[in-house]
């Protein structure tokens, strides 16, 4: 299909909507990519995820959030003041601002957490729910602005631009925040190939995650669905494909890893992510030692009861499942490797954890739920790793 760039950002130019064609409608996406991506993304990523997943605080972060969601709220009104025409086509609008309030809430949520304000701190869940409820009223307005609009005034180039600078300020954060998040976390239990044993729930897991996506990542483009008027057969077909491509670029990482020792033998080197979880083995393959830049090992739902002393080699290693297995003690072999920062070890036998938990501080987390710990002894763990503000250097735990 031949495609005249130079018409189409011609078209942009004079539309007044330069950014929000760049970062929503998807002309030169990845312009995007190459500006906020290059310098921003990762540490937004890192930050949130921490956040959401280990009970982080960053101040910084939560103003940046809501800054962002204030400049979008007045995006809408200096677009629905200042901008052309616009068609809200009544039902597919406001079901996209359904989940676009579902967004809202997840950015204050995080923005909230961001500060230390939990669902866990009784003495500020006030403050929690204010925000909710204030965030609720911001995406009721939003919505009045969608469908009834506002008086119109004379088109200002200006401030549409300004309007799509808060757009794309907003869109980028809340996919960093939101979605990047939510599609991949730092779990590989999470990864479509973990299910690798199954077609039937590689499938099923892959319409999920599809259809989380969309729910997620569509209503962020509420402006180029209102304000974006593409005529032409090719402006919607590019329209398309800009999401398309956004949807790849979100989901096809989670298929990342080898789920075959032998094909990842092949290519020992570049083998980052292994799933050997659901296949019956009684002990891990000393084969495993070749992949020297093995940082997540997927050993879950097999038959160990004990790890190898050779484990220790896996020196890149930050990740491992042993989940579901019948470990009775818990692997010393673990505390030995420098970069692990992630245990998952739940539902097994383990009674008793290791007397010394100070080695266990250099995780992020360590799930060790379903296991039969007496009482005493999760209290002990709890205590002594969970962070909290009587044990601020404490880490993620489920237990």
């Known amino acids: 299909m031949n495609i005249n760039i130079f018409n ?10 330069i950014m929000t064609n760049l970062a929503l409608s998807g002309y ?3 312009f995007n990519e190459m500006v906020y991506d290059w310098f921003f993304y990762d540490t937004v990523h890192e930050v949130s995820s921490e956040i959401l997943y280990h009970g982080g605080t960053n101040p910084l972060l939560e103003i940046i959030l809501i800054l962002a969601m204030a400049g979008e709220f007045t995006a809408f009104i200096l677009k629905s003041k200042y901008g052309g025409e616009f068609s809200s086509d009544g039902a597919g609008i406001f079901l996209l601002w359904m989940f676009h309030a579902v967004v809202s809430v997840i950015m204050t949520i995080i923005a909230l957490g961001a500060f230390g304000i939990t669902f866990q701190g009784e003495e500020v869940n006030w403050i929690l729910a204010a925000a909710l409820f204030g965030s609720v009223i911001k995406e009721l307005f939003i919505l009045m602005v969608v469908i009834a609009g506002t008086e119109k005034r004379k088109p200002s180039r200006v401030k549409n631009f300004t309007a799509d600078i808060l757009f794309l300020f907003f869109y980028s954060l809340a996919y960093t925040t939101i979605i990047s998040n939510l599609l991949k976390p730092n779990d590989y ?25 969309f729910m997620l990542y569509l209503p962020l483009r509420i402006p180029y669905f209102l304000y974006e008027k593409y005529e032409s057969a090719k402006e919607r077909i590019l329209g398309a494909l800009s999401i398309l491509l956004v949807a790849a ?7 990342e890893g080898e789920y075959s020792l032998e094909a990842a033998l092949k290519d020992s080197r570049d083998v980052e992510i292994l799933f050997l979880n659901s296949t019956g083995i009684e002990q891990v393959p000393e084969e495993v030692t070749k992949l020297t830049n093995l940082r997540a090992l997927h050993l879950g739902f097999n038959r160990l009861s004990s790890l190898p002393p050779w484990i220790v080699k896996l020196e890149r290693l930050e990740w491992i499942g042993l989940g579901g297995n019948s470990f009775r003690n818990f692997p010393p072999e673990l505390l030995e490797l420098p970069r692990l920062r992630e245990i998952d070890i739940h539902y097994n036998r383990i009674k008793e954890m290791p007397r010394d938990l100070g080695p266990l501080k250099k995780l992020k987390s360590l799930n060790i739920r379903s296991n039969p710990l007496p009482l005493p002894e999760k209290n002990r763990v709890i205590r002594e790793l969970q962070k909290s503000k009587e044990n601020p250097d404490g880490i993620s735990l489920t237990i």
């Open 8 to 17: 189409t950002l011609q078209h942009a130019a004079r539309t007044g909507s």
């Open 28 to 30: 030169l996406f990845f």
């Open 189 to 213: 239990n999470n990864y479509l190939l973990a299910s690798h044993y199954s077609i039937s729930l590689v499938i099923l897991y892959t319409f999920i995650v599809i259809l989380l996506f």
């Open 249 to 255: 670029t979100a989901i096809l990482p989670l298929f």
